[in-house]
C-alpha cells in the first residue's frame, strides 16, 4: 500500500481530504514527501552555501537527487541493482565535488556530500512505504547538519576518558549481557543473565553519577559534591569530605554536607530496589523518601550554620570511574556471594540470620547484598524480612560512615558528623516498627 493510499485510509469517514485524495494519485503523493523531505535538507545546505566559498547544491540540487532516487525506485520496482548504481553514479558527483572543494580550499569536510547520498535514500525509501525512516533520516541529518557548533563544542568537552568509559558501559550492557546464558544453576538458582543484569544496572546508576559529576566540575561546590557524590557512592563521599575538612575551617559545611550525601544514599537505594523488585519498592520508597528529605534538607541547614559561608569547593572530586572491567566482575562475585549467605541465612537461621548479616554487610558496600536481597524478595525471601533487612543494611552503614568521619575529619568537625550520621541512622531503624 502506498504512502497516499494509507493515507486515504485515515480519512474514510469523508471530507476534504477524502476529496482531495481521489484527485491525486498515489504516486503523487510519494512524488511530493520526497519533494518536501529532499527540500528541507537543500534548504539547510543553502544557508551553509552562503558563508563558504565552495559548497555543493541547494534547494535544487537536493531535490532533484531524492527524485531521482525516486524515480529509479519505481522503475526498477524489486529490484535493488538498478538503485545501488544510481547511488554509486551520485556517489562519483559527490567525490568529484569534494576533489574540487580540496583543490580550492585544502582541506574540506564532507558532511554536503553525505547528506546528498542520504537524500537520495530518501526516494526509494518512500516508494517502499518505509515513510516513517525516510522522514527520520532527513530531520536527523537536518538537525547534525545544523548543530554543527553545538555539536563540536561538545566533542571539546568530552575527554578521551570519557569516551572509553562509556565504551565500557556498551561492552558491559550491550555486548556481554546478550550472550550470557538466561538459566538457573546449582540449588541456590544462580542465574548468569540476572547477576550480569544487577551489575549493569547497578555500574548505569553509578555511571549516571559519575557523568553529571564530571560536567559540572567547573561548578563544583562542597553541596553539590555532597549530593551527586552520594548518589554515586555515599561511602566515598563521606571519606572525601571528612579528609577535605581536616585542612578547612568549616566544620558544620562539611559536617551538614556528609548527612546530605547520606541521604542520597536513600534515594539511590529506592532506584536500584524499583529496577528489579516493585512490590518492594513500594514498601520501602515512603520511608526512604522521608529519611533522604530530613537527611538532604536537616544537611543543609545545618551548613549555613556559623560561619559556613563560602560553598565554594577548592579540590575537586574526581569520582573513580564506576565501568571498570575489574570492578564489574568484583562487583558480581561479590553479589553471587550475597546471594548464596542469604539464602544460607534464610534456610539455617532464619529471620534473625538474616538481619545479622545485613547488619554486617553495612560495613562494606551495601549494594550487593540489598541487591541480593531484592532479588529474592518475595521468593526465598518474604517480603517484609527483605525490606527490613534492606533498612538494617541502610542504617548499620550509616554508623560505619560515622566512624569513618569522625576519625578522618578535622577535631572540631568529627563530633558533628558522628552525631548527625548516628542520628540519621537512629531515624534509619524507625521503619522496622511498622
Request: positive net charge.
Given at each position: ?19 482531495v485524495y481521489q484527485w491525486i494519485p498515489a504516486e503523487g503523493v510519494n512524488l511530493l514527501l520526497v519533494l518536501f523531505l529532499s527540500f528541507l535538507v537543500g534548504l539547510e545546505r543553502e544557508e ?207 559536617a551538614g554536607a556528609i548527612l546530605m550525601a547520606s541521604g542520597m544514599m536513600y534515594v539511590r537505594l529506592v532506584v536500584l530496589v524499583g529496577l528489579f523488585n516493585w512490590n518492594l519498592m513500594r ?152
Amino acid at each position: 500500500m502506498g504512502a497516499a493510499r494509507r493515507l486515504r485510509c485515515k480519512f474514510d469517514g469523508g471530507g476534504m481530504a477524502d476529496v482531495v485524495y481521489q484527485w491525486i494519485p498515489a504516486e503523487g503523493v510519494n512524488l511530493l514527501l520526497v519533494l518536501f523531505l529532499s527540500f528541507l535538507v537543500g534548504l539547510e545546505r543553502e544557508e551553509h552555501k552562503a558563508q563558504t566559498q565552495f559548497a555543493f547544491g541547494g534547494v535544487r540540487t537536493f531535490p532533484l537527487i531524492g527524485l531521482i532516487g525516486y524515480s529509479l525506485a519505481l522503475l526498477s520496482g524489486d529490484q535493488i541493482l538498478p538503485v545501488a548504481l544510481g547511488f554509486a553514479v551520485v556517489g562519483a558527483f559527490m567525490v568529484l565535488s569534494y576533489w574540487h572543494k580540496v583543490a580550492a580550499g585544502g582541506l574540506a569536510g564532507v558532511t554536503t556530500e553525505m547528506s546528498a547520498l542520504t537524500t537520495y535514500l530518501v526516494g526509494p525509501l518512500v516508494f517502499h512505504n518505509h515513510v516513517w525512516l525516510a522522514t527520520a533520516l532527513c530531520v536527523a541529518s537536518v538537525f547534525l547538519l545544523q548543530l554543527k557548533a553545538g555539536l563540536e563544542n561538545l566533542t571539546k568537552q568530552i575527554a578521551p576518558d570519557d569516551i572509553l568509559t562509556f565504551t565500557k558501559f556498551l561492552l558491559l550492557s550491550a555486548v556481554i549481557l546478550p550472550i550470557v546464558p538466561d538459566r538457573a544453576f546449582t540449588q541456590f538458582q544462580i542465574n548468569p543473565f540476572r547477576t550480569w543484569l544487577v551489575v549493569v544496572a547497578v555500574s548505569g546508576v553509578s555511571y549516571g553519577g559519575y557523568v553529571v559529576q564530571r560536567l559540572m566540575r567547573a561548578h563544583s561546590s562542597v553541596i553539590v559534591a555532597a549530593l551527586l557524590g552520594g548518589s554515586y557512592s555515599s561511602t566515598v563521599t563521606t571519606v572525601v569530605l571528612a579528609r577535605r575538612s581536616a585542612t578547612e575551617d568549616q566544620p558544620p559545611l562539611y559536617a551538614g554536607a556528609i548527612l546530605m550525601a547520606s541521604g542520597m544514599m536513600y534515594v539511590r537505594l529506592v532506584v536500584l530496589v524499583g529496577l528489579f523488585n516493585w512490590n518492594l519498592m513500594r514498601t520501602l520508597a515512603l520511608p526512604f523518601a522521608l529519611l533522604a528529605a530530613l537527611a538532604i534538607g536537616g544537611g543543609w541547614l545545618w551548613t549555613r550554620r556559623g560561619h559556613a559561608v563560602s560553598m565554594e569547593s577548592r579540590r575537586e572530586f574526581t569520582p573513580r570511574n564506576p565501568l571498570e572491567l575489574r570492578a564489574a566482575f568484583g562487583f558480581a562475585l561479590l553479589f553471587l556471594a550475597m546471594l548464596v549467605a542469604t539464602q544460607l541465612a534464610v534456610t539455617h537461621l532464619g529471620h534473625a540470620g538474616v538481619y545479622s548479616l545485613a547488619a554486617i554487610m553495612g560495613v562494606s558496600d551495601v549494594d550487593p547484598f540489598i541487591i541480593g536481597v531484592t532479588e529474592k524478595a518475595g521468593t526465598l525471601t518474604p517480603l517484609p524480612t527483605a525490606a527490613a533487612a534492606i533498612v538494617i543494611a541502610a542504617a548499620s552503614n550509616n554508623i560505619v560512615k560515622g566512624a569513618y568521619a569522625y576519625g578522618l575529619s578535622s577535631p572540631a568537625g568529627r563530633l558533628q558528623s558522628l552525631l548527625l550520621l548516628l542520628a540519621l541512622a537512629a531515624l534509619g531503624f524507625l521503619p522496622l516498627l511498622w
